[in-house]
């Protein structure tokens, strides 16, 4: 049978000779089998635990599952220490990759010389079993109260390796130190319950990285369903926030509780600044504090061809409160238009598909160094106070005027892309506190907002990859909606940039990748109020590249310069009705839909 150790420790108290604060306490683990009178003759080491530093009652997460055999007088040794060291927290990663993992020799590892013993404690894995609730705890000699605290649980399935695979965020937390100049370091466990001998109790199966930041992204987490549930889906789980301070103490955010199912069922629909799902992080007397986005959570069976790394439901848009990496979705089949499929009515018009389809629009723009210092006149995000609007808010009033009497939800996503967060160039993140603007006044209201952000000018050499592949999953999303509604939908994606060209050119091949969404997509290039050296988009020339992979051409480019500077609203909205009047039909047919 396979048997889950969980173990955890009480009112500890400093080692001998050291100031009387909150230790750094790590366990030492092993597997003691056969008989005799010296135990440390048949000790196999299972592992050496983190070091949880500052705290006289200490979690470990990191033992292992033991195959254990019954009747066979297998026993599990645990020895706890301390060590000085205030400023490292070595991890049981780091532990198994100096070699520490397995080897046979009792007492501290050989790199801690400075390691005191604190108290060692061995259980019959059978008789712990026996006893109620699974659990013994057995009390530290000499100390005030002190116990170390040994829950065992048998594997339902042991035949079963299952995973969960996780990724979280918090989003909107307050930092909890007093001196300003400092930011919480947080990191978040994972706790599941069981009936302890007098009450309800939590075992610790899993402690996540820290992140210092007041929305921090976590790393993908791994954990056996065996070890965080037993198998049971349903069984309950704590989550918890902590900010480990500089002197490593511990000071609880708040908690929610849910289980796997609910955690499933919570997955980000919209991307990682969508709180409609999100789980709120309470604590005492139902003070509410920040939430917690889950960005993916998913169960995985190693070896089974139903075997994913990550939920590709939706990508990961950077929210303005912390960038993260963008999510890549699946490479699409590519689309030959070439050969129309043949339906009912191959010829049908513009006006035949738009009676029942929905045209949404999704903006991206340019925060690259092309565009000038933000604050400088010369640049085409310079914003003046005297309510007249720059390049780039004349632009994106005229497509939202315009889109506001063609999309049914006259919601759109407005990016930005080549911004700079500290000192790192995003591919993508989202502007404004929500993943849609709400019209016009919404895509102003959010272009605003992302100044907000301490965004500065990024790498211009970044790619436009991530925006093709977010604009194609929000253009399949919209459709697959609209299907369920007996109606189409058709998206396009308008890219606001002051280099026209070699962006675009950058990352064509991406292009081919999403040519089977219902997507068009149109590369506006915004004068600057400084010449620009930048070329603008050939659209012939990648015409010609599209045509070359048997792909539909559905990317094309105009200059501004012809008509932003002037303001001629109707050189936009006739450029737009060209596009979509041309390329949507055409795309409906190649999919062998017919208007509805």
Not at 162 to 185: D, H, I, T, W
Not at 291 to 304: C, E, F
Request: proline letters at 5%; one cysteine or more.
């Amino acid at each position: 049978m396979k048997v889950n150790i969980f173990l955890r420790a009480e009112n500890l108290t400093s080692a001998s000779g050291w100031r009387k604060k909150a230790p750094n306490t790590f366990a030492v683990v092993s597997l003691v089998t056969g008989v005799g009178s010296v135990l440390g003759i048949k000790r196999r080491r299972l592992c050496i635990t983190e070091i949880v530093p500052h705290t006289v009652s200490p979690e470990w997460a990191t033992i292992p599952v033991i195959d254990h055999r019954p009747r066979s007088e297998e026993r599990v040794a645990i020895d706890i220490f301390q060590i000085k060291n205030e400023n490292e927290t070595i991890t049981s990663k780091e532990y198994h990759e100096k070699g520490y993992h397995g080897n046979e020799h009792r007492g501290a590892p050989t790199d801690f010389k400075d390691a005191k013993h604190i108290t060692g404690v061995v259980v019959s894995v059978d008789e712990v079993l026996q006893k109620p609730n699974a659990t013994v705890i057995d009390t530290i000699s000499g100390s005030s109260g002190g116990k170390v605290i040994v829950h065992m649980e048998v594997s339902k399935d042991p035949q079963d390796d299952s995973q969960l695979v996780f990724q979280m965020r918090g989003a909107y937390f307050p930092n909890l130190r007093k001196n300003f100049m400092e930011k919480s370091n947080f990191f978040f466990e994972i706790l599941c319950k069981y009936h302890g001998q007098t009450e309800e109790q939590w075992n610790l199966v899993y402690r996540s990285d820290k992140e210092q930041s007041q929305n921090p992204i976590w790393e993908t987490g791994v954990v056996d369903l065996a070890t965080m549930c037993n198998q049971d889906l349903n069984r309950e789980l704590l989550f918890r926030v902590i900010d480990l301070d500089g002197l490593h103490r511990r000071n609880e955010l708040g908690c929610f509780q849910t289980n796997v199912h609910g955690l499933m069922a919570a997955v980000s629909n919209e991307g990682n600044c969508d709180t409609s799902k999100a789980f709120t992080l309470s604590k005492g007397n139902d003070e509410r504090i920040g939430k917690i986005i889950v960005l993916l959570a998913n169960v995985k069976t190693p070896g089974r061809s139903t075997d994913f790394s990550r939920s590709l439901d939706s990508p990961v848009i950077i929210a303005p409160v912390g960038p993260i990496e963008v999510l890549p979705l699946p490479m699409a089949t590519v689309v030959d238009a070439i050969s129309v499929v043949s339906i009912a009515n191959a010829d049908a018009s513009y006006q035949a598909y738009k009676r029942n389809c929905s045209l949404d629009l999704c903006i991206a723009i340019d925060f690259t160094t092309g565009n000038g210092e933000f604050t400088s006149p010369s640049s085409a995000h310079y914003r003046t106070n005297d309510g007249k609007y720059n390049n780039y808010e004349w632009t994106m009033k005229v497509l939202g005027e315009c889109f506001e009497g063609l999309s049914k939800t006259k919601e759109f996503p407005l990016w930005g892309f080549g911004g700079c967060f500290g000192e790192e160039t995003y591919p993508i993140f989202q502007c404004g506190s929500s993943p849609k603007a709400d019209g016009v006044s919404g895509l102003l209201t959010f272009y605003s907002e992302s100044f907000t952000t301490g965004v500065k000018m990024g790498n211009p050499s970044c790619k436009m990859d991530n925006i093709f592949l977010a604009a194609a999953h929000y253009a399949k999303k919209q459709l697959d909606e609209a299907k369920r509604r007996n109606s189409l939908s058709y998206t396009l994606l308008t890219v606001l940039t002051v280099d026209g060209s070699s962006n675009l050119m950058a990352a064509k091949s991406k292009l081919v990748s999403v040519a089977d969404a219902p997507l068009s997509i149109l590369i506006v290039r915004i004068p600057t109020p400084k010449p620009s050296s930048a070329f603008p988009l050939d659209s012939e020339k990648i015409k010609a590249f599209l045509s070359g992979q048997n792909c539909r051409n559905f990317c094309s480019g105009m200059d501004g310069k012809h008509f932003i500077a002037t303001r001629d609203s109707q050189k936009l909205s006739a450029k737009i009705c060209e596009v979509l009047e041309e390329q949507m039909p055409k795309y409906f047919q190649s999919q062998g839909v017919a208007p509805l």
